[in-house]
């Protein structure tokens, strides 16, 4: 393991390595390559680890929103493709860290869709259409907990459609994955 590197502090001075190899665990446990200032790098990549989930968690200035709107609108493809091949329980946590991070638009967001909803159910409906529906919602989080695969509750008629758009009620719903549901509307839902 790393041979080709010096075993000492002073031998990787001497030869101007960037990095050494003791063999030795570090305080910690790690038994990794030394930087030539002794920081074990094992301990290095946890730290960064640690200060780039933070970074996650912390409001994002309007400079940074806009490059990364920027990003998004000249990558597009790249983006999706990427957002729809992430593990499911990636996908989880990519979620909570988000909602985490960005509490008024978790709101403006399920504002938007209950008035959505609102809007697509009759004033027909009967109570029992209704727990028809709440019972979709919960069958969605069931299936997402019980499989670890994240589930959505689709509007098989999309309430917007182009052409036509659907009611908010029983028979028009279906539990489809996350990852279906995205890929139908063809553009990823990240916020929902
Ligand atoms: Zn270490």
């Given at each position: 393991?790393?041979?080709?590197?010096?075993?000492?502090?002073?031998?990787?001075?001497?030869?101007?390595?960037p990095y050494y190899f003791t063999g030795l665990p570090c305080k910690h446990g790690h038994i990794?390559?030394?930087?030539?200032k002794g920081t074990c790098m094992e301990c290095q990549k946890i730290e960064w680890q640690e200060t780039n989930a933070k970074r996650a968690l912390l409001p994002k200035s309007e400079a940074s929103k806009k490059a990364g709107k920027k990003y998004y609108e000249a990558n597009k493809e790249?983006?999706?493709?990427?957002?729809?091949?992430?593990?499911?329980?990636?996908?989880i946590k990519y979620r909570k860290t988000w909602k985490a991070?960005?509490?008024?638009?978790?709101?403006?967001?399920?504002k938007h869709r209950r008035t959505k909803h609102k809007q697509a159910t009759p004033k027909w409906l009967t109570q029992e259409h209704k727990t028809a529906i709440k019972q979709f919602y919960l069958d969605a989080m069931l299936v997402s907990k019980v499989t670890g695969?994240?589930?959505?509750?689709?509007?098989?008629?999309?309430?917007?459609?182009?052409l036509v758009s659907g009611l908010h009620v029983p028979w028009n719903l279906a539990v489809i994955t996350r990852e279906e549901n995205s890929k139908k509307s063809n553009k990823i839902n990240l916020q929902s």
């Open positions: 393991m790393y041979t080709e590197y010096p075993t000492t502090r002073k031998e990787a001075k001497e030869l101007k390595s990794a390559l030394r930087k030539l790249v983006v999706k493709l990427r957002a729809l091949s992430r593990k499911p329980e990636d996908i991070a960005n509490p008024d638009l978790v709101i403006a967001n399920s695969v994240p589930y959505a509750v689709d509007h098989i008629v999309p309430l917007r459609g182009e």
